[in-house]
């Protein structure tokens, strides 16, 4: 079997970050839209790291610390609001937020 | 020629006096707009005493560079056409200030303020001699007319003002259009330099029609005239004042100012449209002024016939067309300006502007009677008074080109005649309406003071045209000619 | 290298300062009262300092941050909107009781990465400072939490900006790919050395690039979350965001397209131009049917970002200082209204109707007149700022031959003028049947509200020498 090209990888990326962006629109619970965005930031850290590979420089997997790092901080805020949120409706279903118009 | 920056400091000083009334009490504004506009007439006087007649170029000419990147110049200058405007301006100011002395008891700093600073704005306008100056002071004045119509105007004000508004800002943002094109097409926005370096004919057109729009508005022309009787109805003497005096020979004065010498072609183009659409102003003006039962609705039609005279003059593209159209302009804002006081002098007491409601007015108030005889008369265009030379011009002007036009003009004439008359006849004479006898409807000292002035203005430019005509002979000789020639340039091509 | 550091001097100034505030807050008893606010000052003013003296010598940082001057106008911008913002925060921290050291120290560390952003010269540092100044302002957006609004506006804020950073760095992924470099100067050369005709990968990242920028600059179709999160937040939260985020976003929008992807220009500049259009157009017409005042303003700052996509794409000889002049403008004008939105929160009555404002000529006359002098500069009136601002963008779109998105500019910032004189109309010519709503005025407040109109008198009377400068700045990078 021959080992995957660069094109294999970008596709698969390009596949996982397709699934997390339908996630964010159709999934009705708000944690699962978060992992929606989750699947979406490592599917671009998958393409750092095929180019980086590829490219034959090290750059690519330090590219994707930088974005481990934010993309925890980032879960961590996002789940304080949700958790906020919460505290307000007791739901965590997007359609139940209706103080402002979308 | 003066040496110091007498265009800056006429322009600038009612501004200046506005913002000082912000930092005194209710009591002093009054005196402090009073002095502030006086003061502004009294130190234009140099402009009449050293006024070359004589010289086709501009007198008083500053220049300062405004924003050098962009080659935009702070330049003031006036000729022939623009010192009538300034003139009346400054002498409608202050007797805007004498009108609203009582009239306006609500929020009197705020109302000074604003009346200073639409002055600041129409002297400014008519000093300008860059396109980009103009544009500011045109939209400067937008915001004090709105405030006052809005703010100290009659039980429909809001209406009025937002009707104001929306016509004004949809004629502005079209002259914004072609100002911008007229600078990429030009590179310059100096009205000298325009006229030296005109666009293709094709462009002239748009331009034409971008900026005729915005003057259109303001003049107004049939069909976009129909703020006007709102704004007038609604807002208060001063600002009726204003609006009949200066505001709408804005829209005259950018005729005369850019769609003339600037895009000649496009004038000749238009001509018979504009023509066509003066003289129905002129008639349906008229037929409509008859019908009205509100005095101020009333002189607020008859200006829509009027200005009708006006660009009449304008598009007949001769001289005396043009004169008469400018002196009928000076003409319309002493008249109309004078009636509106008159009507605001009498609605103060009475508290009604129902031509129904009054009756006898002669016999109650003699003094206010005999100046409202005047005015009314001069408005009908009788000889020895000002606006017979004006109209006559125009006639004249107009049957050397286009004679039937002339005829509608005078069937306008006759037809203003009757109804100003009319007017005058209903108020003045006949029986004593029982509600007028219990009040005190003469006028005091102070409106006769606001009142005299504009009697003697009738008078002297009724006796003698020369004394405006003589400031305008040579630029508007110029004017012509300058559109000849292009003419005569494009029939060579 | 101690010199090596000299062009993050200004971010480390304010960070500090936000340290300094956070570390104030936990030594605070409860009920005491502290002047954090004033720690935030004194930050700004020393990244003031520090960006004065770094102007003209174009220093870099670690390769990746350059305080060349377009960066430094940006961030002199950013300290302006920083100053004006922690003014307007008082009252609002104050009545409703929020944490000061957190609010403080949120707002002064977004600061830090929006001027890291307007000066970074490298796509993962502007990823990075996108990502430092969007996760403060998600939490200063729900800082009221109390409110089930505020949690809501957080939460779609949050959600639309981790979802527009992905298409962002996905974008970046791709240019990484395409050049192996994310260094803005090492991208440009490469892209404009490869062939003419662009590549799909080239396409691919332009376009996901486009995207983020977009959703950060609330640009149509990615302005969906702007109306929700400006009426949520504290309305002196959403003049930061509205400014800072703003400003910062096309800083860097504008370093990263005319320069990296300016040999792409062609490409880039038609999509451009069609967002431009239909932003100015759907944040002017569905603007004037709002009647929420900060909705309303949230709608003419999407309308005004098109304003900017406008002076980005007619970048030219003529054009090319129009970005950095109308945002100093923009930024200027628009915190004055939402912080005369901030001083008439009431905490149990938000007042932000426009209905709230009948007859704030009588119980406020300097308010009003300071709320209609920002009004008419956003509208564009001559002699305020907005008008030279509009002026600007308007003539270099009509040179560069962008004739329909000037007469559409033209043409919606009319319609505005209507929306903003609507609460000019309210104030002046309605009386309230409800008096002494409003609260009383701070002074900290009323003078930098002052500050704020002198500031755009003296841009619209006298903007010559900030033309230049901002003509001059923008030069050092293309």
Known sequence: ?????????????????????????????????????????NA??????????????????????????VAAAEAAVGLAIVITLFRHRESLNPDSFTALKW | MTTYPILSMITFLPVLAGAAIFVCSERVARWLALAGSLATLAISAPLYSHFDKGSTGLQFVESVPWIPSWNVVYSVGIDGISLPFIFLSTVVSVLCVGASWTAVQMRVREFYASLLLAETAMIGLFAA??????????????????????????????????????FTLAGSVLMLVGLITLLRASGTLDFQALAATRPNAALQSWLFVAFTAAFAVKVPMFPVHTWLPDAHTEAPTAGSVILAGILLKMGGYGLLRIALPILPDAVRLFRGPMLALSAIAIVYGAYVTLAQTDVKRLIAYSSISHMGFVTLGIFTLNRNGIEGAILQMVNHGIVTGALFLCV???????????????????????????????????????PGLNSFVGEFLIISGAFDTRPWYG??????????????????????????????????????????????????LVLTIGLYPESVLGFLRTSVAQLVVASAASAAVVGGM | MISSLNAIVPMLCVTAAGLAAMVAESFRDPGERMPIAGLGIVGLVGAAVATLLLWNHNVSSFGVVSADNFGLFVTWILIIVGALSIAFSGPTVERERLPAGEYYALMLFAIAGMMLM??????????????VLSIAVYVLTGIRRDSAQASEAAFKYFLLGAFSSTFFLYGIAFTYGLTGSTHLDRVGSLIAAQAMAPTPMQLLAVGFLLVGFAFKVSAVPFHMWTPDAYEGA???????????????????????????????RGDWGVILSVVAGATMIVGTVVGVAQSNVKRMLAYSSIAHGGYLLVALIAANDVGKGAVLFYLLTYAVTNLGAFGVIAVLDNGDRANDRVSDYAGLWNEHPGLAALMTIFLLSLGGFPPMAGFIAKWYVFSAAVKAGDNALAIIGVLTSVVSVFFYLRIVVMMYMTSSSQPLRFPAVPKIASVALAVSAILIFYLGILPTRVLDWAAESISTIF
């Not at chain 1, 671009?44 to 481990?68: E, H, K, P, Y």
């Not at chain 2, 005078?410 to 203003?416: E, R, S, T």
């Open chain 2, 407 to 456: 005829v509608m003009a005078v069937w306008g004439v006759a037809l203003g005649t009757t109804y100003i008359l009319w007017l005058y006849y209903r108020v003045a004479l006949g029986e004593v309406k029982p509600g007028l006898r219990a009040l005190r409807l003469d006028l005091d000292l102070r409106e006769v003071a606001t009142l005299a002035p504009m009697a003697a």
């Open chain 3, 118 to 131: 307007a000066t970074a010269s490298d796509l993962l540092i502007i990823f990075l400072a996108l990502e």
């Open chain 1, 44 to 69: 671009v850290n998958l393409t750092f790291v095929a180019f980086g590979r590829a490219l034959g420089s090290a750059d690519g997997q330090i590219i994707v610390f930088f974005v481990m790092t």
């Open chain 2, 129 to 166: 001699t860059n396109l980009f100056l103009f544009y500011v002071f045109w939209e400067l004045m937008i915001v004090p007319m709105f405030l006052l119509i809005g703010v100290w105007g009659g039980p429909r004000r809001i209406h009025a003002a937002i009707k104001f508004l929306l």
């Open chain 1, 1 to 41: 079997m021959p080992a995957p090209s660069l094109g294999d990888y970008l596709a698969l990326s390009a596949v996982l970050f397709a699934i997390g962006a339908a996630g964010v629109f159709v999934r009705r619970n708000l944690i699962t839209i978060l992992l929606s965005i989750e699947i979406m930031l």
């Open chain 2, 344 to 382: 605001g002098m009498i609605y103060e007491r009475t508290h009604t502007r129902e031509i129904a409601a009054y009756g006898g007015v002669a016999k109650l108030a003699p003094i206010y009677s005999t100046f409202l005889a005047l005015f009314c008369l001069a408005a009908a265009g009788l």
């Open chain 3, 234 to 264: 504290p309305p002196a939260v959403t003049g930061f965001m509205s400014t800072g985020v703003k400003a910062a976003a096309f800083a860097a929008f504008a370093r990263v397209f005319l320069t990296a992807f300016e040999p792409l």
